[in-house]
């Protein structure tokens, strides 16, 4: 592998005068320039990251924790954290946590080993305290839709209360009034927000929550399958259910044709996320639109922000939700 020293032999000039061209430090005439640069063509030179790094005490890489890169919603965002790392000149190392909190800090260890300028932080499901990232408390961190009160990092919300609100207050403009819920696990802030949001919206239309028609699910879509089995088996069915994710939204169109049931005839349907897929299911889905390419975006450039200013005060990023109708929402048939 070729070195700086066999460029600088090979156009008959110093290394420094090498590392001036490549890193365009110093003005060099046109001629010695194009005498570098034909030396590098014909020597095949990569100069080494690893050596800038430890020069310049950056390796312009960035670390991205999340749940899991399979699951759309996400690899919808890492997309978007991608993007926006190529147009700025970095790497992403990415690592999937599978929502396990030991994995995480595994990872964590990992990427600070690595010597990532700052990490993006999305692990909704992992429930962590400021204590737990203690030890890697001198890295640059942004939280993605979730964060420890207590944590010096800047944080993005994603107002999942007021978007439940919007996915209620949506079926009860269409005519319902009784609605369920496909919940997320009971203790995640992103589930228990949606559920707020969907409680508030009925308690501002005088409507009482139907206890029995609020299901828990798990993000998944075998979760949203098997809650919409237990409200379509119940002897009293709502009109028309808020799934608090796609994924469970799409489960759930699936255990409604297995009853033999349409949507929206027999049931209109709302999910949370507006992922991709939502645009492909049959019908298509009526969702809470989160901008995850520009939640991506926004997570790499406040986390450069932090790593150029690290002593800034914390800042609370939030992204407005909004509501994407489609076919699986209907008025409802009297």
Request: with cysteine.
């Amino acid at each position: 592998m070729a070195t700086i020293k066999d460029v600088a032999r090979l156009a008959g000039v110093s290394t420094s005068t090498v590392s001036h061209v490549l890193n365009k430090t110093r003005f060099v005439s046109p001629e010695i320039t194009e005498r570098v640069q034909q030396a590098i063509d014909q020597l095949h030179y990569t100069p080494s990251a690893l050596a800038r790094s430890l020069k310049v005490n950056q390796t312009r890489t960035l670390g991205m924790l999340v749940n899991s890169s399979a699951n759309p919603f996400f690899a919808e965002v890492v997309q978007g954290v991608e993007q926006r790392c190529y147009e700025l000149g970095y790497s992403l190392v990415l690592c999937n946590t599978g929502a396990d909190s030991n994995r995480l800090g595994t990872s964590l260890d990992m990427l600070q080993q690595k010597r990532v300028d700052g990490i993006i932080v999305m692990c909704t499901r992992v429930n962590l305290t400021a204590g737990d990232l203690e030890r890697h408390a001198s890295l640059p961190l942004v939280m993605a839709d979730w964060g420890p009160v207590d944590l010096d990092a800047d944080l993005i919300q994603d107002s999942s209360q007021r978007g439940g609100r919007l996915a209620t207050e949506h079926l009860l403009r269409l005519g319902h009034r009784r609605i369920g819920c496909i919940t997320g696990p009971a203790g995640q802030r992103a589930s228990e927000e949606r559920l707020a949001g969907f409680e508030a919206a009925l308690a501002r239309a005088g409507l009482a929550v139907h206890r029995p028609w609020v299901v828990e699910g798990n993000f998944e879509l075998a979760g949203g399958q098997a809650a919409m089995a237990r409200l379509l088996a119940l002897p009293d069915r709502p009109t028309a259910v808020f799934a608090c994710n796609d994924m469970m939204a799409a489960g759930a169109l699936r255990a409604l044709a297995d009853a033999g049931l349409h949507v929206p005839q027999d049931m209109s349907l709302v999910g949370y996320d507006n992922i991709e897929l939502a645009r492909y299911l049959v019908p298509r889905l009526t969702s809470i639109e989160q901008p995850k390419a520009g939640l991506g975006a926004l997570a790499v450039d406040a986390l450069l922000a932090r790593i150029q200013n690290p002593h800034a005060p914390r800042r609370i990023l939030p992204l407005e939700p909004s509501l994407v109708a489609r076919e699986s929402s209907a008025p409802l048939a009297i």
